[in-house]
């Protein structure tokens, strides 16, 4: 008989679960109480994106009398162009709507079973969704994560909101303040800035996105501050409504006043009240689901993937984990998670794209590296494409030449990281990466470049 799979929560990590499950011969329910595509296709990633795409296209579209763009009439093609944030949203809404329509199709397409509806575990071995009680020999919980919400602080809805609640703006904001500073908060920090809104950024941490490569995070702050946005240190105390805006007081009683607040403070899992400790999942003190790196719980038979555990809040890692986890279920071969392989991408103007280990971690591990940093400004096509800033920095072994991480700061980053996620991924050189053809003239020759000028003399490359 074939083994019965039911996966709560349809985003990354439990819907590219259920298609692996599937195919592998498994009997599989999916149980979501939303959308499926999750918080990634509904409220996070894909609209997120899509505003930034708006973003970026601003920018660029700006420059266009620079490259020598006019209108037919001769005249130039002015600098300070505008947004329709409704036609922005009513966009963005509309993609939305078409990735979770194709992610239902295509799950349906391949026999996966979906029932609608909110579920808790009844024990290990069983799932209840209403009046349904799906009786399973394996569990995945996919179920995620939501804004977390700081006392004194709560979002309205209109004024002062979560990311999730952005969408439903007709107008840009004329001063978005917005609280924190980690990826989430730059991200829209920065487009909003791009849009045309003022920007104020209250960053908790001594920098702008903290938790990334020293050097891009600050030449980050530094184009955040070119582009006048406000850059305040300090933690939010109180955001409160006053009349038409808000008003932002901090720790230190500091006080800013905008228009509309976004709050960007974390996540927290959405792992209470669904039966998840009764039935021997064992969870943090934050209330993340402690995972092995294999998906397994503490609960025999129960696995869990993406936010919910906590392990790196990555869509791309939360779709590894639920994979992994449908592998260990049905006896195909594992291969447990490796977080010193993820490329991950920030989606500012410039991206900071980032792969393998860090030069913090590096440093903290104790071993023997060198690093390469090349200024895009230089690369020939940078040059034509009218790309003045950005950065390819390289972390190899001083001895083997392993590649054991990168970092990119350019437009689309994330696309040119690709190469060394390989090079990472399948322990290659840097001799391997520059011994590679790039195409010229191409961003990816700095990558190539880069990585050469940490050859050592007298071995091969
Ligand atoms: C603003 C923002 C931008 C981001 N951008 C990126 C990005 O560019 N790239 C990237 O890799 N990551 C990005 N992330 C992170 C990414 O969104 C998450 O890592 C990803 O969504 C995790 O997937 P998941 O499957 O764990 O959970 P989710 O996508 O949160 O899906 C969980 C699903 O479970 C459902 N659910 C919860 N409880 C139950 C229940 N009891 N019964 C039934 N259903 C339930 C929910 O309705 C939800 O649909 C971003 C995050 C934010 C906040
Ligand atoms: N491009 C992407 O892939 C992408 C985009 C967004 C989020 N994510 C994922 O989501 C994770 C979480 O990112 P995030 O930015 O949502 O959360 P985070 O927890 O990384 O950052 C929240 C920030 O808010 C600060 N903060 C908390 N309380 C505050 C207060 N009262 N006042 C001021 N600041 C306060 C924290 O110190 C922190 O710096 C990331 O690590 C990433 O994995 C990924």
Redesign the pocket.
């Known amino acids: 008989m074939s083994p019965r799979v039911v996966i ?7 819907y590219e679960a259920a298609l692996v499950a599937v195919k592998a011969g498994a009997e599989v329910t999916l ?5 499926l595509g ?3 296709v509904l409220t ?2 894909v609209p ?2 899509t505003v930034i795409a708006t973003a970026e296209w601003l920018t660029i579209a700006g420059r266009a009398s620079e490259l020598g763009i006019r209108r037919r009439d001769g005249g130039e093609i002015a600098r300070d162009l505008t947004v329709d944030m409704a036609q922005v949203n009513a966009r963005v809404k509309a993609l939305v709507r078409k990735q979770s329509g194709d992610i239902r199709t295509r799950l349906e397409r391949t026999g996966v079973r979906i029932v609608a509806g ?3 575990l009844d024990g290990p071995h069983a799932v209840v969704v209403g009046d349904e009680r799906l009786e399973t020999d394996a569990v995945l919980l ?4 939501r804004p977390r919400v700081v006392p004194g602080c709560e979002p309205d809805g209109e004024r002062i909101l979560t ?1 999730t609640q952005l969408y439903d703006l007709d107008e840009l904001p004329e001063h978005l303040v917005v609280v924190g500073s980690g990826v ?1 908060g730059a991200e829209f920090a920065g487009a909003y800035r791009l849009l045309g809104s003022e920007v104020t950024l209250v960053a908790s941490k001594d920098r702008v996105l903290a938790r990334e490569d020293p050097d891009a995070s600050a030449h980050l702050t530094q184009v955040f501050k070119d582009r006048g946005m406000h850059l305040v240190g300090g933690r939010a105390a109180s955001v409160a409504r006053v009349g038409d805006g808000v008003r932002v007081e901090l720790e230190d009683g500091t006080v800013i006043e905008g228009s509309h607040c976004l709050m960007a403070v974390g ?1 927290v899992p ?1 792992t209470e009240g ?1 039966g998840l400790e009764e039935a021997g999942v064992e969870l943090d003190d934050r209330g993340l689901i402690r995972v092995d790196r294999v998906s397994r719980t503490t609960a025999r038979g129960v696995y869990a ?4 555990t906590g392990v790196l ?4 890692v ?1 779709a590894t984990q639920g994979r992994i986890a449908m592998a260990h279920v049905l006896g195909d071969a594992v291969t447990p998670l490796d977080l010193s392989l993820v490329a991950s991408n920030v ?1 500012t103007v410039p991206e900071i794209a980032a792969v393998g280990a860090s030069e913090a971690e590096l440093k903290a591990r104790g071993l023997f590296y060198e690093v390469s940093t090349l200024d895009l400004a230089r690369n020939p096509r940078a040059k034509m494409l009218g790309i003045e800033e950005g950065f390819v920095k390289v972390f190899g072994h001083t001895v083997t030449g392993q590649v054991f991480g990168a970092v990119i700061v350019a437009p689309r980053a994330g696309e040119h990281i690709y190469p060394l996620s390989l090079a990472v991924a399948h322990h290659l050189t840097v001799d391997d990466v520059a011994a590679a053809f790039t195409v010229y003239p191409s961003l990816t020759g700095t990558v190539s470049e880069a990585a050469r000028r940490l050859h050592r003399m007298g071995e091969q490359g």
């Not at 809040?313 to 791309?316: F, N, V």
């Open positions: 709560v929560g349809g985003g990354p990590g439990g149980v979501e109480r939303h959308g999750g918080n990634a996070d990633v997120s994106k909110e579920a808790r996919a179920v995620g994560a990311w989430t996540s959405n669904i993937a993406g936010d919910c809040p990555l869509a791309s939360a989606f």
